[in-house]
């Protein structure tokens, strides 16, 4: 569900397939295991992901706090699906959303 490539300074994670209450509670899992020892930046690339439900984008809140709390530069790169879930739910000012 989530591949990490990361430099020195920086971590870009590349999520796939659908996010849902199935799914979430790993991806967060994964996704704060990954940010762990607080790189200074990081991209969450999830050009990827064809669906995500309410659970997805809560786990994106929480991941965004968390970074915020830990000084980590935290992006987004949504897919046309997930990009519009955050505009609805009206996620856009509170997330960094590339393009946005």
Avoid: Y
């Avoid at 994670?13 to 209450?21: K, Q, R, S, Y």
């Avoid at 991209?43 to 830990?70: A, P």
């Avoid at 955050?86 to 856009?92: A, F, K, Q, R, Y």
Wanted: negative net charge; glycine residues 8%.
């Amino acid at each position: 569900m989530a591949e990490a490539a990361r430099s020195e300074e920086a971590i870009t994670v590349a999520v796939t397939g659908d996010i849902d209450i199935s799914t979430s509670p790993r991806l967060r899992s994964e996704l704060f295991e990954l940010l762990a020892d607080g790189p200074g930046v990081a991209v969450i690339d999830m050009t990827g992901v064809g669906f995500c439900d309410s659970s997805g984008l809560s786990v994106l809140v929480q991941l965004n706090r968390h970074c915020q709390e830990s000084g980590i530069d935290l992006s987004f790169a949504p897919s046309k699906v997930v990009h519009r879930a955050i505009e609805l739910t009206g996620l856009l000012p509170t997330l960094k959303v590339a393009g946005a």
